[in-house]
């Protein structure tokens, strides 16, 4: 049976495509007051009814430590208002990078956040979320899931904005992603070949570039973060006289100011807007929308 979603509640910083998404999908804006007590403890109130209403909690979830328990709590406190079915929105979903346990003893915490979000609410929507070694996320998930897939968006914006495209994929893994990419962007494309030695250490080379010498390269990743795979990758097109590249990704965390350091080499960066930045020039509010009817 298809839920019929109510409100709409948003911990998300943009607030314009908190509104489109409701306005798409006729829901009411969900009042809340939240803010911190004097020694940082979150205060909540919902300020409207929601026995038995189902809601949509948007959130973005970029540096989730600090963000996550005031979703939580929320979660909560909708639950003991007799909230009915809780759907949370999280265009970026964190910790989906330790897959495994890469050392002993380590935690494989993908697994335990998506235990804990899964304890909280009813389904999740979200946009590429990084699957490298899960193929599907209800491999971790306990709940219903819906990730949409931004490929088309960044095809449409390549093919309008940029001048003789080739496209440049940061590792295998990423190679049917980049493909399709290219393909509706009507673009070549390559691959990196990539060593990740540490969190700021990593190693591409560029295979076979040099006959795309006269092309714009755009550098795509689903996430930017500490920004060294295309800072390292923009050092070899630089060497080999390429003209200026466009980084393009869907989720731009830029750790570390890794965005200063890539403008700072005459990078054009484009980003999506799962998380708010300055250089969002990709809707994903259509995505949403879509991915929350398809979930019914
Ligand atoms: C990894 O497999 C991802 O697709 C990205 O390439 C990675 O997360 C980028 O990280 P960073 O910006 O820290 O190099």
Redesign the pocket.
Known sequence: MTTIWHKLYSLHEDKALAQRLGESLGLEAGRLDMRHFPDGESYLRILDEVKNRNVVVLADLYQPDRRILPLLLLAETLRDLGAGEILLVAPYLPYM?QDKRFHSGEGVTSRYFAKLLSRYFSALVTVDP?L?RYHDLSEIYDIPTRAGHAAPLIAEWIAANVDKPVLIG??S??EQWVAAVAKQAGAPFTVLSKTRRGDRD?EVSIPQIERWRDHTPVLV??????????LETLSHLTRLGLPDAVCLAVHGIF?ES?DEKLTAIACRLVTSNAIPHPTNAIDIGGLLADSIRVLG
């Open positions: 990078r990084h490298h940061p590792d893994e990423s990593v990743d689903d996430i930017i973060s500490s920004g060294h795979t295309m750790a890794s």
